[in-house]
């Protein structure tokens, strides 16, 4: 299965607020996890990425949670701003220790940050 | 340093045409990638290479579209002759190393309509 499932396909958040998007995927070979932002008119650009070896990875105002067991991980973005509004995509991929793979992605958040 | 141009960035077209797209990666990337992303739908790969030669084009619609990159550098993608469903955006990017975990920069996409 290398199917990526990602919720909500939308989101308003208040400004200040924390915002969070899931993803679960079903292929446990998984073993690098993007996420990708993308404003309107855009190419996506890398947001932040975790490895499976690590539960959690911070930078800046965006965190992502890896949970292994439950083969789920999810991108929280904290003291959300406006300027955040764009759309987000999780992906997946295998081969991060030996070369290439291609990513899977999901089918992406629209998150708008209200004031 | 220069993103990912491509070109045209909006296409109208009659089903059964064809059409080409055109991409110049980051200076020095050696792979490239072609997606194709619906709306409302995250990106799907078409095609990969690394400097010249295909990495991976499994899926890739070979009875009507194809790719080349030659000199390793500039790259352009074909449909011939086009559907209805392959109304979507093109979205190029490039790597500097054959590696899921290097950064993929995208480009702004080619929107293609077909009528």
């Known amino acids: 299965q290398q199917q990526v499932k990602q919720s909500p396909q939308s989101l308003i958040v208040q400004k200040g607020g924390i915002s969070i998007i899931n993803c679960a995927y079903e292929?446990?070979?998984?073993?690098?996890f993007p996420w990708y932002q993308q404003f309107p008119g855009k190419g996506p650009a890398l947001l932040i990425a975790?490895?499976?070896?690590?539960s959690e990875k911070k930078e800046g105002r965006f965190t992502i949670s890896f949970n292994k067991s439950a083969k789920q991980f999810s991108l929280h973005i904290m003291d959300s701003q406006p300027g955040d509004s764009a759309t987000y995509f999780c992906?997946?991929?295998?081969?991060?220790?030996?070369?290439?793979?291609?990513?899977?992605f999901g089918t992406g958040t629209r998150l708008t940050i209200i004031p | 340093e220069a993103g990912v141009a491509q070109s045209p960035r909006y296409k109208i077209i009659e089903k059964r045409q064809s059409v080409a797209f055109w991409c110049n990666p980051i200076s020095g990337h050696a792979t490239l990638y072609w997606y194709q992303q619906i709306l409302g739908q995250g990106p799907k790969l078409l095609i990969q290479f690394q400097n010249n030669g295909v990495v991976d084009d499994s899926q890739l619609p070979k009875d009507r579209f194809s790719a080349e990159r030659l000199k390793g550098v500039d790259s352009t993608l074909k449909i011939q002759p086009a559907k209805l469903e392959d109304s979507a955006v093109y979205l190029c990017a490039s790597s500097f190393r054959l590696a899921i975990i290097d950064t993929q920069y995208f480009g702004p996409g080619t929107r293609l309509t077909v009528l």
């Open positions: 975790i490895r499976p070896d690590v």
């Open positions: 992906a997946a991929s295998t081969g991060a220790n030996f070369g290439n793979e291609k990513l899977t």
């Open positions: 292929n446990t070979a998984f073993d690098y």
